[in-house]
């Protein structure tokens, strides 16, 4: 009996956002991938998660969910995101948390990881070593997927991907290209695809948003599926 596909998708905002504090109205590419496909499928995105905390679902997810369900056929879709942020587990809250806030804390939690993160950003953040260290992140979780037989794809956001210039790693680890660049966020910059450079819209409150519009959400869309079907 042929087995039935389910697609779980990690990553931050980009992925896991439903609507805009702008009032600008989308749809979101998991469900175009879903209906298209006619698949199960599990969201494991939420808004600004890290790298680490994004790989750490990806782990998690082989172990309690993939191993348990052995009907499925599953692909992962890991949409990676912004390198300075920093993702750890945390005693505090007793979980894995991510921290891309740097201030106007909501209590006193997020005032100690807020001053905890600021620091970071100050004395031991680098662009240089943050590459090296999504490199050895992103090989360790594919190895990883390979050694659980699970397909999966990287969308990668953080712009300074392209400074990477052994550009075999990206289809090493089966990145998504967009016209030459391996940073989605780079290529809807470039092509007008947030939601802040939709023309004549004006947003909720002069709330600025810079997700992707509707056209990103169905290119990005219209790549997986193709992505999906040459895995076969």
């Known amino acids: 009996m042929e087995k039935k596909l389910k697609i779980s998708y990690f990553g931050c905002s980009f992925t896991a956002l439903e609507d805009s504090k702008s009032g600008y109205l989308f749809e979101n590419y998991r469900h175009i991938v879903d209906r298209e496909l006619d698949v199960f499928s599990k969201n494991y995105s939420f808004q600004g998660k890290s790298n680490q905390h994004i790989f750490d679902d990806v782990y998690n997810a082989v172990n309690n969910d993939v191993k348990n369900e052995p009907q499925f056929k599953h692909i992962f879709l890991i949409q990676t995101t912004f390198n300075n942020r920093l993702g750890l587990p945390c005693d505090i809250e007793d979980k894995f948390v991510s921290m891309c806030k740097t201030g106007s804390p909501d209590n006193l939690t997020e005032e100690i990881e807020i001053k905890f993160y600021n620091d970071w950003l100050k004395y031991f953040y680098s662009r240089s070593n943050s590459l090296k260290e999504f490199r050895k992140q992103t090989e360790l979780i594919a190895c990883y997927l390979d050694m659980n037989h699970i397909s999966y794809s990287f969308i990668g956001i953080d712009e300074t991907l392209d400074f990477i210039t052994e550009r075999d790693f990206f289809g090493r680890y089966r990145f998504i290209e967009f016209d030459n ?43 997986i599926i193709e992505r999906i079907k040459q895995m076969g």
């Open 181 to 223: 660049t391996f940073s989605y966020y780079n290529y809807v910059t470039q092509k007008k695809l947030r939601i802040t450079d939709v023309p004549n819209f004006t947003p909720l409150n002069g709330v600025e948003d810079y997700h992707f519009n509707k056209d990103g959400h169905e290119i990005l869309a219209k790549k």
